[in-house]
C-alpha cells in the first residue's frame, strides 16, 4: 500500500507515518484484523480511515485532493 501512493506524490505533497500496529494495544483494538490500514489526517481535524489491506484510489482521491 504504501509503495502504491507514491503515484500520488505528482499531484499532492504528504507524509507517510509507518506505525507498528501490534505494538500498541489501543490500536490493536482499533485496527486488528483491518492491517494493513490507511489512515489519513489533515491539521486540526480527527483522523479518517481511508482503506485496508489494499489501496483504494477514489478514497484516496478524494481524500488528498479534498481542500478541507
Known sequence: MANALEAFRSDCDFTVEMIDVDADEAL???YDELVPVLVGRKAGQSPVQLCH???????????????N
Not at 57 to 64: D, E, I
Open 28 to 30: 490493536v483494538a482499533l
Open 53 to 67: 489491506y489494499f489501496l483504494d484510489v477514489p478514497a484516496v482521491k478524494r481524500f488528498l485532493l479534498d481542500g
